[in-house]
């Protein structure tokens, strides 16, 4: 008869969402999202590649590989996976019947007689009948828990190569500054010999001298800046790999390609790449079956139980000899007058799933704009990269130039030595953009959800 009961009142609220699945909403960007990740993946686009397909230096990946195997904050996001993942096959468990095994034993007396004692060797078991949804949109809620745990650790990972490369290319960008002060500095040094004999042949006064020793100054005192930054920068590396401090190896020559790039916009099935759109997706699915949860709190919860074993303890009686013993139970639990509390539940989950909603949203808005911001970045970069070359190419010919018709007397000093600052200047912008345009390609590849 219980069950019977169960069963109607289960057919009457057939009709409510307490057995729907999460579905997003069609309409507005989130609708949008919906359509797009509902087609095939798309493996070539540039957040489904691999991070060792666009990081193909030895050296870059040897180390993003030591910092991914060292940093604390990828194993905790590792850690919380398993929790999830225990918390999901915890929720799938609770379908199955909980048995127990309790034995116990006493003695009794009555009117001072000698104690009479038995002992019992139960077996119990119980099974909640998942007629509401309860239980399934328990473990919904920790499937979509353990979803997002796996976007948070791809996020932190994405975080940490993104670091490292970041790291690794400012290194190189400094090594590549030092050694352009250097050699410009034995340059000036020899500009400084040739003044000081053009001095002493009367062509030029001590003024062009002084001026010359001047700018050789300026670039020895430069040198111990970049060196500076360049202890602190490999310190920065060793923070990141989680070892002590050491100087760090690199190549110059290294730089970022992207295998391919957008164009025409940012299609929204890029986005579902990205773990921060991939964990409030989750969330919303998370605060969705929350809210499926508070509605079956206001349902009946069905419960079968059975007990049997063998025995002289039978209830408060003690028998002799012992004897076998069995129990078949139901329960229904039915709230009676707690519906106050269970609509006010409903109402703050509902709230809150639409708190989930908006995030989502907004995220997926973010990430759109994101994308979009380092897709113009690295293609303006690009543009200024290939006009800084053109640049340094015309500086050289200009110091070339003066430094030829110095030695004929056709021009000043000062017209030399402001082309080679010109030169220098040019040098270390044509660095700088080269870091840019890497750091420009690591953040394109994190914005559309990199690091796998």
């Known amino acids: 008869m219980l069950l019977v009961v169960a069963v109607a009142l289960a057919t009457v609220m057939g009709s409510c969402n307490i057995y729907k699945k999460c579905e997003l909403p069609q309409d507005g960007v989130v609708g949008e999202y919906a359509k797009a990740v509902a087609e095939p993946i798309d493996s070539t686009a540039l957040g489904n590649l691999a991070w060792t397909e666009i990081f193909t230096d030895p050296q870059l990946r040897s180390l993003i ?53 038995g002992y019992q060797l139960p077996l119990s078991l119980s099974w ?23 976007a948070y650790r791809q996020a932190t990972q994405s975080q940490i190569i993104g670091a490292v490369a ?30 000081k004999k053009m001095k002493e042949a009367g062509r030029y006064t ?21 060196e500076i930054q360049l202890h602190e920068m490999n310190n920065t590396m ?6 002590s401090p050491q100087e760090w190896q690199v190549s110059t020559a290294s730089m970022v390609t992207l295998p391919k790039t957008i164009e025409g916009g940012v299609p929204m099935s890029y986005l579902a790449a990205r773990p921060d759109v991939r964990a409030a997706e989750q969330a919303f699915a998370s605060a969705f079956y929350a809210t499926n949860m508070a509605r079956s709190a206001f349902y009946p919860s069905v419960t079968l139980s059975a007990a049997g074993g063998y025995g002289t303890l039978i209830g408060s009686a003690i028998f002799d000899p012992a004897k076998w013993f069995a129990n078949l139970a139901g329960q229904l639990v039915m709230p009676l007058f707690s519906r106050g509390q269970n609509i006010a539940n409903l109402k703050a989950s509902k709230a809150q799933q639409q708190q989930a909603l908006n995030s989502f949203q907004y995220t997926l808005l973010s ?26 190419e015309k500086m050289k010919k200009a110091v070339e130039y003066n430094q030829d018709l110095m030695l004929l007397s056709n021009t000043t000093y000062l017209e030399v030595l402001n082309a080679q600052q010109s030169l220098l200047s040019s ?5 700088n953009n080269e870091l840019s345009n890497n750091q420009a390609a690591i953040n394109l590849y994190q914005a559309l959800g990199g690091g796998r």
Not at 128 to 139: A, H, P, Q, W, Y
Not at 168 to 195: C, F, G, K, N, P
């Open 65 to 117: 590989n030591q910092a991914l195997a060292n940093n604390t904050n990828l194993q905790n996001a590792k850690l919380n996976v398993d929790i999830a993942q225990a918390q999901l096959l915890g929720a799938k468990l609770s379908y199955l019947p909980s048995l127990a095994f309790a034995p116990n034993g006493s003695g009794s007396s009555v009117g001072g007689s000698s104690l009479s004692w």
């Open 367 to 392: 990430a759109g704009a994101e994308v979009s911001s380092a897709l113009v970045t690295i293609t303006k970069r690009q543009e200024a990269h290939e006009q800084i070359v053109k640049q340094v």
């Open 166 to 195: 970041n790291t690794y290319y400012a290194l190189v960008a400094l090594h590549t500054q030092l050694a352009i002060y250097r050699e410009t500095a034995e340059l000036w040094r020899q500009s400084v010999d040739v003044m």
């Open 238 to 243: 060793s923070l990141l790999l989680n070892v």
């Open 206 to 226: 001590e003024v062009a001298v002084v001026q010359s020793e001047a700018n050789y100054y300026n670039i020895l005192a430069t040198i111990p800046n970049i």
């Open 427 to 431: 040098q270390i912008a044509l660095v």
């Open 128 to 150: 909640e009948v998942d007629i509401f949804g309860r239980l399934t949109n328990s473990k919904r809620k920790a499937k979509v828990a353990l979803l997002q745990s796996e």
